[in-house]
């Protein structure tokens, strides 16, 4: 009963490749997210839907394109692929308001290694 | 700039003690909330404390929040080999309360 999966697990690609990450939720949330995690275990978001709509871009280079289908997923396309790009990707939602606050669920994370 | 800082980056201790990391933020927050990742792992969400709480309690967790201070610390008791994982504090400032900033986090090493 995975809550939030993502795939693939492992991504190993060459310099300008085009590659993608699936995610889904079946928690029920209407927020969906992108997190960015680098070598250092430095998190940051990069993304969020809610509802389907774009609420949150940050300062991420066009190369990457969000898309969601439905606000049970959210799918994250990466072009011309470069070495910086080499991170681990978190696909998370969350439930506005709940528990008063903004709990988030995190999938288990994208290894993304471009060489 | 990253909101939240923590300190120690790295905490090694022997089963059976207790473990307190800190993080401090710079700005308002509507809650602060701390997770836990495991090695090859996804965070998960341990507790949340708001900014009109002073502490909180969930099973050998404690939370506490100095909002005048813009400082948070949990406290790990009677530490498990199990309890081995990253820690990090994230601050929930929007009033849309969808967005969450994390910090550096604190490596727990606890020794068998």
């Known amino acids: 009963d995975t809550a939030v999966s993502q795939t693939p697990k492992y991504l190993v690609t060459q310099m300008g490749n085009d590659k993608s990450i699936k995610c889904e939720q079946n928690?029920?949330?209407?927020?969906m997210y992108w997190y960015k995690q680098d070598s250092k275990k430095f998190l940051k978001i990069m993304f969020s839907?809610?509802?389907?709509?774009?609420?949150i871009n940050e300062t991420v280079p066009n190369r990457f394109s969000p898309k969601s289908p439905d606000k049970a997923h959210l799918n994250l396309h990466i072009n011309s692929l470069e070495l910086g790009d080499s991170a681990v990707y978190f696909c998370?939602?969350?439930?506005?308001?709940?528990?008063?606050?903004?709990?988030?669920?995190f999938g288990e994370g994208s290894w993304l290694t471009v060489v | 700039s990253q909101q939240g800082e923590e300190d120690p980056q790295a905490l090694s201790i022997q089963e059976g003690e207790n473990a307190t990391m800190n993080c401090s933020y710079k700005?308002?927050?509507?809650?602060l909330q701390w997770y836990r990742q495991n090695s090859g792992r996804g965070l998960v969400h341990l507790i949340l404390?708001?900014?009109?709480?002073r502490e909180k309690h969930s099973g050998r967790l404690r939370v506490t929040l100095d909002t005048s201070k813009k400082s948070s610390s949990l406290l790990i008791t009677a530490s498990r080999a199990a309890d081995t994982a990253s820690y990090f504090c994230?601050?929930?400032?929007?009033?849309?309360?969808?967005?969450?900033?994390f910090g550096e986090g604190t490596q727990l090493t606890v020794n068998p």
């Open positions: 404390i708001r900014s009109n709480e």
């Open positions: 700005t308002s927050i509507n809650n």
């Open positions: 928690l029920g949330h209407d927020t």
């Open positions: 998370a939602s969350s439930s506005r308001g709940h528990q008063g606050g903004n709990t988030i669920y």
């Open positions: 839907y809610n509802n389907k709509e774009l609420i």
């Open positions: 994230a601050t929930d400032a929007g009033a849309s309360g969808s967005r969450l900033t």
